[in-house]
Structure formats: structure tokens, C-alpha cells
């Protein structure tokens, strides 16, 4: 029996009760039109990623193990024509979709949300017959979820050793799969407690550059999807996955676990949009690094020789420092595309010399360039003393000149998010450039005239723009 909370009673239930009140309740028109207009966009940034993906090796890579998992389904998988059973195409299109890690931050949860949502909702969504009005409102409460949970760990993941996107996407993608599946409130609550018994992914793959981060939001969907069908028949998960002493917080924060605030994590849902301030990336680099990049950009102009740079101050939020500075030595020469994305030396010399920072910049001959490498060894990393991190990354660089001469540059709020959020057109222009590096000019103009439409047809009259074969 589906008995709600009244609002009394909201403030003092267990979170997971609250998030599931909240998605039970959630409808299209209950989202504000402006907040639907961005979950377009964000959508439209992670397909365009996705479809990009297919342009590199680790692609074809994953799709023949994920093959190997079981035969052909019902689900299409982004760009390709394979046809897969419906939690191995969530699992593809999670790792295409994060695979550039090219794809949306919400900053302030330092989690990539769009990445934690949308492989569930696209893959269950098609799977389903579903309209595209209800795979935007499952995506949309996944959304506030994911962001939520990341808000009320300050950071604290990272810290302890855990990517946050790959344990969040658990619980949102939970969340994205009961709504799809109609779930009640106490099986979504049950959801939320079976995925608590499968959220991790560490951040191990930075010592080499490893492409495990690209697998951890499809692998989150493929466990948000298996805890909505369990908890839809009947199994019980636990309803505090989020509290106590051996609830989520806890136990993946350890010592940092008293930085947390829980009670973010259900704060003023469905009357405070978060996902609409998630920021798309304007480089394929970790989000870090991109108010520093910003600031070398604007620098690049006074510079009429990066020869004659002697040294770079690299200002950024001290907390990143570990992930995108350090160890100094292997920072510098980056050995590989993936390794590079987390390289602020790399990326700020990049874009001193190059005046640009793209996908083309991760390509094997921009990370063996000599004057690249050359300048990045005269980079040094410091804790940013006027940064706004974590509302905003910002960053700024310092060049020392070779007359003597020093030029610094600060960026507060780096681009594409506050007031520099891309808008439609912007996306657009995005989603055309990445999605063309996979199809023809006019299949990827169709794709974005589908994605911007999503919610006005069912998703299965969408996906063949989306999907090859």
C-alpha cells in the first residue's frame, strides 16, 4: 500500500522516502519550462558526446566486450547499429556518453549528471515504449538526485578516493528506472537501498591514465536498472541507504564523513531546480582545469611569442590539486589522450601555444609535441587564493617573460557556467562539431533537431537519429 508522507512528517523520514515521495509525485508540467529547456540542452551536450565517442578506439573496444556479455536485444547504442539487451546498451551508451569526459559537471557536486542519468533513461526509455515527455521527467528527477547526493559530500568522494559520478549514478539511475517502470514510492525506496549495495568506482585510473572512469556512470545504470526491477518484485533493500552507521555516507567517507550535510541531499526538492545549473564543458578536459584554460586563452593574445614564456603560474581550486596537478613529473608529460585531460600543465601550454584546447588536442601527435611538453615543464601548479571553487572552477594563469615582463590573468566563473551557461545555439554548434566526427553533416543536423524535440514524440521515433544501421 502507497501511503505518502504528509509534510509534517517530510523533514523526518529517512531521505530515501523523501527522494522517492518527491519522484512519485513529479510530473512534466510540475517542471518549469526553463528547466525543461535546459535538460534539452544537457541532453543534447551528452548525446553529441556520445556520438563522437565512436571516433575512437576504446568504442569499438567496449562494444565487442559488452558483446561478448550476451546476444543481440531490443536497444540501440549511440552511432552504432548494434542492437543489444537493454541493461548492456545502457552500459554502452554510459561509456560513450562519458567516454570524452567531454560531457556535463554540475559544479558544485563535482558530478557529471547528465552521465549518471541519461544512459538509464535512454536505453530503459526505448526498451519501454515510452513518450519522450516521460523519459525527460525520469531523467530530470535522476537528475536532482545525482546532484544532490554529490552537494552534501562537499567534495568528499574525490577526497577519499572515489570517482563521484560512479557512485552516484547508482542511486539517480534508480531513481530514473522506477520512475520509467511506475514504481511506488516504497519500491523506489527499496531501489535506493539495493543500489547502496552496489555504488563505488574508484579513481585508481589516474596513476595511468586507465579507462575505467569512462565505464563507471553505464555500469551506475546498469545497477539503477536491476535495483528498480528487483524492488518492482518484491526484493527488499533497506530504507536508510543514505544514514547511520553503515549507510553511504559513512561508509564511503570514513574520516571525512562529519563534512557531510545529509540533509542536502532531499533539500527543497521539486522546488529548487539543480540540474539547471549544470555546466557544459567548452574543452574535452576535466572541468578543474577550465578556468585556467580560460585564462590562458585571454593571455595567448598579449604573448606575440610563447617562446619567449620562461614560466607559468597555474592558479587553481586547491582541493583539485591531487587530480589535476599532481604527481608534478607525470603531469607534465602526459602519456596518454586520457591522462592529458587531467593534466593542468599539459592543457594550459596547449592552449598558450595552440590558442585552442579540442579533441584534436588529445590526438597522439598533439601529446607528443615537443614545445608543448617543452613549456608544460615550465609549468608549476598552485592552491588559487580567490577562487569561488565550488561554485564556480575558477582558475587563473601567471606568465613570467623572458624581458622580465609578468601577465596574469584571473577567471572567476569559467565558461559555460553561471551567467556564461551555453544556450541553445551554443549547444547546438557543440552537439554539431562532436556528433560530426562521427556523421555526415546532415544525419548529425537531423540528430539535433531530434534531441530538441525529444519530449514531443514517443523516444522510439527519436532513436533512429540517434543510432546507425
Known amino acids: 500500500m502507497n501511503i505518502a508522507t504528509t509534510p509534517a512528517e517530510a523533514s523526518t523520514a529517512p531521505l530515501a522516502r523523501r527522494i522517492a515521495d518527491f519522484a512519485v509525485a513529479l510530473d512534466y508540467d510540475a517542471i518549469p519550462a526553463k528547466v525543461r529547456e535546459r535538460a534539452r540542452i544537457q541532453m543534447l551536450d551528452g548525446l553529441g558526446v556520445g556520438l563522437a565517442s565512436n571516433a575512437y578506439p576504446f568504442a569499438a573496444r567496449a562494444m565487442a566486450g559488452i558483446q561478448a ?196 541531499i532531499a533539500d527543497a526538492l521539486g522546488r529548487r531546480w539543480d540540474l539547471a545549473d549544470t555546466a557544459i564543458k567548452p574543452y574535452p578536459v576535466c572541468h578543474f582545469i577550465h578556468g585556467a584554460a580560460d585564462a590562458a586563452l585571454e593571455l595567448r593574445e598579449e604573448v606575440p611569442d610563447p617562446q619567449a614564456i620562461r614560466g607559468i603560474r597555474i592558479l587553481l581550486p586547491g582541493p583539485t590539486l591531487p587530480i589535476v596537478a599532481e604527481p608534478a613529473a607525470d603531469k607534465a608529460r602526459p602519456q596518454t589522450d586520457y591522462a592529458a585531460k587531467f593534466s593542468a600543465p599539459f592543457v594550459i601550454a596547449t592552449c598558450l601555444l595552440r590558442g585552442r584546447f579540442g579533441l584534436a588536442e588529445l590526438e597522439p601527435a598533439a601529446l607528443a609535441d615537443p614545445e608543448v611538453l617543452a613549456l608544460s615543464s615550465r609549468s608549476h601548479c598552485q592552491a588559487d587564493p580567490d577562487t569561488a571553487f565550488p ?79
Open 391 to 469: 561554485a564556480y572552477f575558477s582558475g587563473g594563469v601567471e606568465l613570467e617573460l623572458a624581458d622580465g615582463r609578468r601577465l596574469r590573468r584571473h577567471v572567476q566563473v569559467n565558461g559555460g557556467a553561471g551567467e556564461r551557461a551555453l544556450n541553445i545555439a551554443g549547444a547546438s554548434s557543440k552537439f554539431l562539431a562532436a556528433a560530426g566526427m562521427h556523421l555526415p553533416p546532415a544525419a548529425a543536423q537531423r540528430a539535433c533537431d531530434a534531441v530538441l524535440a525529444i519530449d514531443m514524440k514517443p523516444l522510439r521515433e527519436t532513436m533512429p537519429a540517434l543510432v546507425g544501421g
Open 69 to 264: 556479455l550476451g546476444g543481440a536485444g531490443d536497444c540501440g547504442v549511440l552511432g552504432r547499429p548494434e542492437r543489444l539487451p537493454l541493461r548492456d546498451a545502457a552500459l554502452a551508451n554510459g561509456i560513450l556518453i562519458h567516454g570524452l569526459d567531454f560531457d556535463d559537471t554540475h559544479l558544485a557536486s563535482i558530478v557529471h549528471a547528465t552521465a549518471a542519468c541519461l544512459p538509464c533513461a535512454l536505453s530503459l526509455g526505448e526498451h519501454l515504449g515510452a513518450h519522450g515527455r516521460d523519459v525527460l521527467v525520469a531523467y530530470a528527477a535522476g537528475m536532482e538526485v545525482a546532484i544532490r547526493i554529490g552537494a552534501a559530500v562537499k567534495g568528499g568522494f574525490h577526497h577519499a578516493g572515489f570517482h563521484a559520478t560512479g557512485i552516484v549514478s547508482h542511486f539517480s539511475s534508480a531513481i530514473v528506472a522506477g520512475k520509467l517502470l511506475g514504481l511506488t514510492a516504497e519500491q523506489l525506496v527499496s531501489a535506493q537501498g539495493i543500489a547502496g549495495s552496489t555504488a563505488a568506482g574508484v579513481q585508481v585510473f589516474l596513476e595511468e591514465g586507465a579507462w575505467t572512469k569512462r565505464f563507471h556512470p553505464g555500469w551506475g545504470a546498469v545497477a539503477g536498472i536491476t535495483a528498480a526491477h528487483l524492488a518492482q518484485h518484491g526484493f527488499i533493500g533497506p530504507s536508510r541507504p543514505y544514514e547511520g552507521k553503515f549507510g553511504l555516507l559513512e561508509t564511503h567517507l570514513q574520516a571525512l564523513a562529519g563534512q557531510a550535510d545529509p540533509a542536502l
